[in-house]
């Protein structure tokens, strides 16, 4: 009779207990389409606008970007909004809300995702990164 009892080769799990390792959140990512000829990243196309390459791949977005544009909407709304682009670090622009007083939110501000999709728009939500002040809401 052959055993093999003892050649099992474990993986080694739970050896790096309490190190903290970036929790994966599939729900809450933006994804985005890489083209595959020139490796130009873009948000929502079919085409790629750099090279018109057709064969893109979809990633997902670390979900950490800067402010490029900002502004306040007060139509249809009860409360000013503010809408803003984001240039995500993978180098696409997403159009979205960032959270917090409006007049904190100003052009080259570092933000992260929050909320993929703002359950009332259904647009991405972020939240500053390098905030000035504690900003109790
Ligand atoms: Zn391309």
Redesign the pocket.
């Known amino acids: 009779m052959y055993h093999h009892s003892t050649s099992a080769a474990q993986p080694v799990v739970g050896f790096a207990t309490g190190v903290l390792a970036p929790v994966e959140r599939t729900k809450d990512a933006i994804v985005y389409q890489r ?1 595959a ?2 490796g ?1 990243a873009m948000y929502h196309r079919l085409l ?1 606008p ?2 018109q ?1 057709s064969e893109l791949r979809t990633e997902r977005s670390e979900g950490t970007g800067t402010v490029r544009h900002s502004t306040v909407v007060h139509r249809n709304t009860p409360a000013a909004r503010n809408v803003s682009l984001i240039e995500m670090a993978e180098g696409f622009v997403v159009r979205g809300r960032v959270m917090g007083p409006l007049i904190g939110i100003h052009s080259g501000d570092r933000v992260k995702l929050s909320t993929a999709k703002d359950p009332v728009r259904g647009e991405p939500v972020f939240q500053l990164l390098d905030e000035p002040y504690r900003a109790w809401s």
């Open positions: 083209c000829w020139c130009t790629c750099v090279c390459g």
